[in-house]
């Protein structure tokens, strides 16, 4: 502990602080009453904040704190899911693509070239209007995942390619390690510290994908995220009503999480950087 | 010419320092190449580094200073201390780094990379009658004129070497200095590449610092040599009168440890590793690794005694048989 | 022929540069053949300097590069007729940069037991740290000073020695060493080519040294060959090849080693730029040849053999009885 403080800067303390209260909020206070913040009809509607309802409640009846932390859970939750299989599908199929060579890397190449190059936007638009707003969290995941999964691979195919040519995978060849063995022990070091960095990209932008696609209605509006939060807020026309905490709230709350989350990365790198003396 | 008097520098990494040149003071005079040598680790890079006004944090001097001194255009005397020599680059003294070939910006041809350089202290010619300047420049050191229309991945080492010396001494500076020049390359390209310094230096009489740990290089071209162990200067002398009379131990070890061609009786490396800097021991630095090392030797640093005129060294063993160099005299010149 | 540990034979391995249309060809290694004798463990050196293939011969010898003509046979085999295992209990590598050897985020000792487990057969791991205790040993190293430690603390010369060890553990008959010695210091540098001939010795392994400092390979090699621009130029016992060099290019490079008590003479010619060089069908050496003729710079010589255990290639010392191909 002694020694994070002596090496850690200010982005790295924001930040962190920051993801505390952000997990906080969505993951433990939902435990003490959050479970029916959805639930329309809730409370009487357009409460101003007071005591009972820090925010006050929605045109749907719904208590607007209780709402925003089911949402923040439900968007991290997403993005988690989405990121932690789009990273190992990807480091998976891009290692095995950068290893093997031939054939294999042809293939896998020319599917992960497809996918990065077609806008992703359009074909998530088509697919939400395709299964008309029936889609559950693990569906949205598994399709977000389908556009996250390509970023990645192709990165690690590139790392794959040079750290092949290095001395010491000659070493470990004549050391009898066997491909698997390689693989895990050379290259997963180099790989997973990339790897890291990405993982939280992934996070923000499947955010970002889901968030995208409920604003303009293309998402399942009963599930409670902080994009479907200004949905409604939008089609209730928050804005014109003066109702500011409504769609203040999540929009807020979505660039918060994108800050400290975006502080945290950096700054962790600059400790990295402080604690191997590269900085002043 | 450049002057160091008592130097010391140390590196500050987080919880400690790390002393990496102890109290060196030695001059390299005009129209002279003088080398430095000594294994890796000693401290002749950063000692290089120090005499290039090379210095940042988390890198810093603690003691001793710095002084070149040049003649301007008018004829009078110029010096600058450290601080201001990093001014005079490219001008007055300019720097080899190791792996120079290295630095070649591997997108651009090496003509432009030329031009870039030398146009910045050229601003009154005009593109064209530098680029002729430079040509004529590089037949002068024999390199084929394609070089300029080159990338540096089509030229061999030697090659890119051989450029970055033209670059180094286009601009006629008084002090070159080259850290290890050779040592990535083959003995006939070494030979070509020092054949070529030393022309370069005797054409246009500059002086050249040259750091390498093969004796054998210094032996070829150097007129006067330094033996560096550990941070600091334990030996300095005439190249000839160090080969046939080197007085320190470690100068004589280095010397014993080449092989040479026609000799092939056992040859003995040095065993054993230099002391860590971070904490380096209370007396002479040498004495662990040293055959001749006594009590005395580990735990009082050796003050420097004068072998001649031009020559000395720092060891216990001479005391007594020559004179003490006092640390406020000067240096002498010869 | 199964009087050979190794026999190489025509090899040659072309690498093309660019498009099918407008790029060039360099034939890296042409034509090279050498054989390492079966029962005598011998030291061969491969010198020439950057760019002459040698590292490139070594490879293909390694497996680590397909050749694009010619055979290589180890013991009498062909090299693609062995299985991965079985090749490395026979030959295995030390690399130049023992920094880049092994991985900066594993542990040193891991690819030494590694290769104690998987190529010396040991099964547990008593006998592992036996087999890797005695290796090091040999090295002038102790298990304690390297368990558990990355590469960063060491030092080159202590690397290089640990590479050394790892080589040792299957008891490989043939080791090639890629400029071993280029990055160390050269007040180590006399340790580990000593080393080596004491492993010769005690061991009975054969050595492939490949560098480009004659010092080292004179003071160390039974058999040298010279190499320019992918031919071998010269080739024989050590002390014939050295104490009597017959091609311009072992004169110069033999001359050209910074002496300790005398001085370089005259200039030399330094070679132009790479690409020229490679793409002539004559002798590679003529353009900087004291001694070039017009023949020489028309077509390639031949391997004429001056005296027993001596080869040279060049048109000086063609005679109608020693170079029987012309």
Redesign the interface.
């Known amino acids: 502990m002694k020694s994070f403080l002596k090496y850690s800067n200010l982005q790295l303390k924001i930040g962190l602080i920051l993801l505390i209260i952000i997990f906080t909020i969505g993951f433990i206070f939902p435990l003490f009453r959050g479970s029916h913040a959805d639930e329309w009809n809730s409370y009487p509607k357009y409460l101003k904040p007071g005591i009972e309802h820090i925010f006050g409640t929605n045109a749907l009846g719904q208590d607007i704190f209780w709402l925003l932390a089911k949402s923040i859970r439900s968007s991290l939750i997403i993005g988690l899911i989405v990121a932690f299989f789009a990273t190992i599908i990807g480091v998976f199929l891009g290692m095995l693509a950068g290893l093997q060579g031939g054939y294999v890397d042809r293939i896998i190449s020319l599917v992960m070239d497809t996918f990065i190059v077609v806008p992703s936007l359009p074909i998530l638009i088509l697919i939400a209007s395709l299964l008309k707003g029936q889609t559950s969290v693990l569906a949205m995941a598994a399709v977000l995942i389908l556009f996250s999964w390509s970023w990645p691979a192709r990165q690690v195919r590139s790392m794959a390619l040079s750290l092949r040519e290095r001395d010491f995978i000659d070493t470990a060849c004549f050391s009898g390690e066997s491909k698997l063995k390689i693989l895990i022990k050379e290259f997963l070091p180099f790989i997973l510290s990339w790897s890291a960095a990405n993982f939280i990209n992934t996070i923000l932008s499947a955010i970002r994908m889901e968030s995208t696609l409920a604003v303009i209605g293309m998402s399942n509006n009963s599930l409670a995220t902080l994009g479907t939060m200004i949905y409604w807020a939008l089609q209730y026309q928050a804005m014109l009503q003066g109702k500011w905490l409504w769609i203040g709230v999540p929009v807020i709350a979505t660039i918060v999480i994108f800050g400290a989350l975006f502080m945290t990365l950096s700054g962790a790198q600059k400790y990295n950087a402080t604690k191997r003396g590269q900085l002043a | 010419m450049l002057k160091l008097s008592n130097v010391s520098a140390r590196y500050n ?2 919880d400690y320092y790390v002393n990496v040149i102890n109290n060196v003071s030695f001059t390299v005079n005009e129209n002279e190449i003088f080398g430095i040598a000594g ?3 000693c401290g002749k890079s950063t000692l290089l580094k120090v005499m290039y006004d090379f210095i940042e ?2 890198f810093e001097i603690t003691s001793g200073s710095v002084e070149l001194e040049s003649a301007g255009a008018n004829g009078e005397i110029n010096k600058y201390k450290n601080g201001e020599i990093r001014n005079r680059r490219w001008r007055e003294i300019s720097y080899v780094p190791q792996g120079a070939m290295h630095v070649l910006n591997p997108v651009t041809k090496i003509g432009a990379q030329f031009y870039d350089t030398v146009s910045r202290h050229n601003k009154s010619v005009n593109k064209k009658e530098l680029n002729d300047r430079i040509v004529a420049y590089l037949k002068e050191l ?1 390199l ?1 004129p ?2 300029m229309k ?1 990338y540096p991945h ?6 890119k070497q ?1 450029v970055m010396i033209a670059l180094a001494t286009f601009q006629n500076p008084a002090l070159m200095l080259a850290d290890e020049p050779t040592t ?9 590449i ?2 070529m310094l030393s022309r370069v230096q005797k054409r246009i009489n500059n002086s050249i610092v040259i750091v390498s ?5 210094h ?2 071209i150097t007129d006067r040599m330094g033996i560096m162990y550990a941070g600091e200067m334990v030996e300095i002398g005439p190249t000839d009168e160090l ?1 046939t009379n080197p007085r320190h131990p470690y100068t004589k ?3 014993n ?5 026609g000799d ?1 009786s ?6 054993g ?1 230099p002391p860590s800097l971070r904490s380096p021991p209370p007396g002479c630095r040498f004495a662990s690794r040293c055959m001749y090392a006594s009590e005395l030797c580990k735990k009082l640093p050796p003050c420097k005694y004068y072998i001649s005129g031009t020559h000395q060294a720092s060891c216990h063993l001479l005391k007594g048989l020559y004179p003490k160099l006092q640390p406020e005299e000067a240096i002498p010149r010869d | 022929m199964t009087e050979y540990l190794l026999n190489v034979e025509n090899l040659s391995k072309s690498f093309q540069f660019g498009g099918i249309f407008m790029g060039s060809k360099i034939m890296a290694v042409d034509n090279v053949s050498l054989r390492l004798p079966k029962d005598n463990p011998c030291i061969t050196s491969i010198v020439g300097e950057s760019g002459s293939g040698k590292t490139t011969l070594a490879r293909m010898i390694l497996g680590l590069l397909d050749p694009t003509f010619g055979e290589i046979s180890l013991d009498g085999r062909k090299l693609k007729g062995f299985g991965k295992k079985e090749f490395y209990r026979l030959v295995q590598p030390i690399f130049q940069n023992p920094f880049s050897t092994f991985s900066a985020r594993n542990k040193v000792d891991t690819y030494l037991y590694e290769t104690a487990r998987n190529i010396a057969g040991c099964k547990s791991a008593a006998l592992a740290d036996e087999a890797v205790g005695r290796a090091l040993d040999s090295v002038g190293l102790g298990l304690n000073q390297i368990k558990g430690k990355y590469p960063n603390q060491f030092s080159g010369g202590e690397l290089q020695r640990i590479s050394i060890a790892r080589a040792l553990i299957p008891s490989p008959k043939l080791i090639i060493a890629d400029e071993p010695v280029a990055m160390v210091d050269a007040s180590m540098r006399m340790n580990i080519v000593n080393l080596f001939k004491r492993l010769r010795d005690e061991y009975k392994v054969s050595f492939i040294y490949v560098t480009h400092d004659l010092s080292t390979a004179y003071y160390v090699s039974d058999y040298i060959a010279t190499m320019y621009r992918g031919n071998v130029i010269e080739y024989g016992n050590a002390k014939l090849v050295l104490g009597n060099p017959a091609h311009p290019y072992t004169k110069l490079l033999l001359d050209s080693i910074p002496k300790v008590g005398q001085r370089w003479s005259k200039d030399v010619v330094l070679p132009d730029i790479e690409s020229k060089e490679y793409a002539s069908e004559s002798c590679r050496f003529a353009p900087r040849c004291p001694h070039a003729t017009e023949q020489c710079r028309q077509s390639m010589p031949g391997l004429a053999e001056i005296e027993e255990n001596h080869l040279v290639l060049c048109y000086k010392y063609h005679t109608e009885k020693n170079c029987p191909s012309m």
């Open positions: 990494v987080f294994e890796s680790g944090y988390p024999e084929p394609e070089v080159s089509q030229l061999s080492g030697g090659m051989r990535a390359l083959d003995v006939v390209v070494q030979r070509g020092l054949g740990h093969d004796l054998g290089v032996y070829q080969f070890m280095l010397i440890a080449l092989p040479r061609i092939i056992q040859k003995e490396g040095i065993s590793t």
